[in-house]
C-alpha cells in the first residue's frame, strides 16, 4: 500500500498554486475544474510519479476551523523533507517566505517551519 494523494487546505486555490509552484518550486501536475473549485495537485519535481498534494479548497466550517486553530497553536499542517534545511531557509527568505521557526536541530533532525501564506503553517525537515 503506498500513499499516492495527501490534501492540504488552502484559502485561495489560484495563491496556493502560486504559491507551491513558482516560489516552493512544485511541479503543477492536474488542474481540473470540478464544479465551482479545481482538483489542483503538486509534486516533487525530483519525483513527478510520486505522492501528489492535493491543493483543497477551504469551504468546509469543521475544516476551515481545524486549519484556522493549528495555524495559532503553531502546529504545521503538514511536513515536507529536505536535504538541506540552513539552504532552503536561506533560498525561502529570498523569495519573501516568512518563518515561524528558525532552522533549528531536534536530537536528529533539522526543521524550520513557515507561513505558507494560504492559512497553513509548513515544516521543513532534515534528518541528520
Known amino acids: 500500500m503506498n500513499i499516492i494523494v495527501t490534501s492540504l487546505f488552502v484559502e485561495d486555490q489560484d495563491e496556493a498554486l502560486k504559491f507551491y509552484s513558482e516560489t516552493l518550486g512544485f511541479v503543477k501536475k492536474h488542474d481540473l475544474p470540478i464544479g465551482e473549485f479545481r482538483w489542483i495537485t503538486v509534486v516533487s519535481p525530483d519525483n513527478q510519479q510520486g505522492t501528489e498534494l492535493v491543493l483543497e479548497p477551504n ?16 502546529v504545521p499542517a503538514t511536513m515536507f523533507g529536505v536535504d538541506d534545511v540552513q539552504k532552503e531557509y536561506e533560498r525561502l527568505l529570498e523569495h519573501g517566505v516568512i518563518f515561524t521557526v528558525v532552522p533549528t536541530e531536534m536530537g536528529t533532525v533539522k526543521i524550520a517551519v513557515f507561513d505558507d501564506t494560504c492559512g497553513n503553517l509548513i515544516q521543513l525537515t532534515q534528518m541528520l
Not at 469551504?59 to 503553531?74: D, L, N, S
Request: avoid cysteine; charged fraction near 25%; hydrophobic fraction near 40%.
Open 59 to 74: 469551504v468546509h466550517p469543521a475544516a476551515k476551523e481545524y486549519q484556522q486553530k493549528i495555524f495559532a497553536e503553531g
